[in-house]
């Protein structure tokens, strides 16, 4: 990460003082501070507005084992193809696991399905999916 970066922090994370090593680092900031645009949007779609800021950042970090980061991903790669952004031609998105230390690039390749599918997701769920429709037929 460069120094003075602008980073979105997408949490359930009560104590904010946890952040506190980060925040030495970069410029951060959380949904909360922008619930002066947010209005009066029902608190129960937090997370969901989590998931679609986070899927927009040049990049993601998040948890290998989480459906919530998962979702951010297959956003991600939605985006990735519609944009064609570096690596859509083989699913490749610009998202990091911190957790398991195995894992961290695991987003960085091409993969298969493999067990546990609930676990992540998978190129797949992105890639291609419109190559056999007609022009007329893709929704842009």
Known sequence: MVENSTVFIATDERNMTFFDPIRK???IYFL????HV????NKNYYGMLDQLVASRGRTFIGTYYSTFTGYINRIRGYHSQKLKLPGFEIGQINSFFYIPMR???SMNHYNSLTSPLWAREFPVAWRDIDHDLEEGAIIS
């Open 103 to 105: 894992q961290k690039h």
């Open 25 to 27: 680092h970069a410029n």
């Open 32 to 35: 909360h501070d922008f619930e």
């Open 38 to 41: 947010i209005g009066d949007l």
